[in-house]
């Protein structure tokens, strides 16, 4: 008998949610026939069958979480040859999972702010890490324990990732927020596409000022601006927040941007989405004022410095030597990591943005 374990997903996940089984026991598989569904970081993953064979046992029901490199799946046959996936048998190793809790705490300092600002006690999370060093996943999966029991039902999927999310940039970001408005009455209409002029004028101001389109690592201290704008899309589902990524949207036709954005748009709300649609992202964009609020401090999600906001467009008096009339205004907002940007770099973002939209095409 030999054991199939869950194979490593990317991006350093630690561990997936089983959303559906695709076969049973004693079912008879091929080489790469989807064996089942996981979903981890809002994406729902296809695992095909490393091998073919027979299925003595499933080591795992749907809804459980399972850590990347677990056995799911007992085969009767021998090995056979890997085509990719992770297969193997378990030796002692796989079931060591911390030092002794004598031993001195191993973890970052950002690992311990996280810990702090979830009122986890570092000293009682076993650690994953090397040298059995405590990680933030390990911190947020006793942080899952705890708050699952206390409102009374676990969080999965999409809000767990979510949940997840929101701790992490709580605990490391430092941020700050500018607002200020963009007369749009020189374009504006009912039929007008705003996301899609949001894009651009995103575009051109971090062209303008390419410190907000960066990443920064708070343990070393490296702020690295990024070549290409990859835009996040906040996308409100029935599941959660789903952020998916538009590619180079500063060297990209307006309507190839369009169209790419409503397919990932869709993909998430239809959760079709894949884990590539959505990695590493350089600065986001929430349009929510497409259902309510003008304004927002909205949260930056790291490796990213900023995060853009756009409210409910409303209409204001503006008056000038010649007369007044009523224009319609579009609420904007940035809010940003401190830690690497400075309140003039954000305020000139923001003010390039707005020269960019107030433009009539």
């Known amino acids: 008998m030999s054991l199939f374990a869950l194979p490593d997903l990317g991006e350093g996940l630690q561990e997936a949610e089983i959303v559906a089984w695709h076969v049973a026991e004693g079912d008879r598989v091929v080489a790469e026939q989807p064996l089942l569904s ?30 990347v490199g677990s056995p799911i799946v007992a085969f009767d046959e021998a090995p056979h040859a890997d085509t990719g996936a992770i297969v193997g048998d378990l030796g002692p190793q796989a079931s060591r999972t911390a030092t002794s809790s004598a031993a001195p705490v191993m973890a970052a300092p950002n690992v311990r702010a996280m810990a702090r600002e979830l009122g986890v006690d570092i000293a009682q999370v076993a650690g994953s890490g090397p040298g059995g060093a405590v990680t933030r996943a390990d911190v947020a999966r006793v942080f899952e324990a705890k708050a699952g029991a206390s409102l009374g039902g676990e969080l999965k999927g999409v809000r767990r990732s979510m949940a997840l999310n929101m701790a992490r940039a709580h605990a490391e970001v430092v941020p700050a927020t500018v607002w200020d408005e963009a007369d749009i ?96 992202p350089t600065i986001t964009l929430s349009n929510f004022g ?19 906001g ?52």
Do not use: Y
Request: charged share 25%; proline share 5%; with cysteine.
């Open 310 to 361: 756009a409210g409910r467009i409303f209409e204001q008096l503006v008056g000038d030597a010649t007369g007044s009339a009523f224009h319609h205004m579009l609420p904007l907002s940035i809010t940003f990591d401190h830690r690497a940007v400075t309140g003039g770099e954000a305020a000139r973002f923001l003010g390039a943005m707005i020269k960019d939209l107030q433009q009539p095409k």
């Open 290 to 308: 497409m259902l309510a609020g003008r304004q927002a401090a909205l949260v930056v999600m790291p490796p990213q410095v900023a995060i853009v």
């Open 185 to 280: 009455q020189p374009w504006w209409s009912r039929e007008a596409d705003v996301t899609g002029r949001l894009v651009r004028a995103i575009a051109v101001a971090c062209g303008a000022v390419p410190a907000l389109n960066a990443w920064f690592n708070g343990a070393t201290m490296i702020c690295r601006q990024k070549p290409q704008v990859d835009l996040g899309i906040a996308v409100d589902t029935e599941e959660g927040l789903v952020v998916p990524v538009l590619r180079d949207v500063g060297n990209r036709d307006a309507a190839v941007v369009r169209r790419e954005r409503n397919r990932l748009a869709q993909a998430a709300r239809n959760r079709t989405i894949t884990l590539a649609d959505m990695r590493h």
């Open 38 to 67: 996981v979903e981890t970081e809002k994406a729902v993953v296809e695992i095909p069958s490393p091998r073919a064979g027979r299925i003595v046992r499933l080591l795992a029901r749907s809804g459980d979480r399972v850590r």
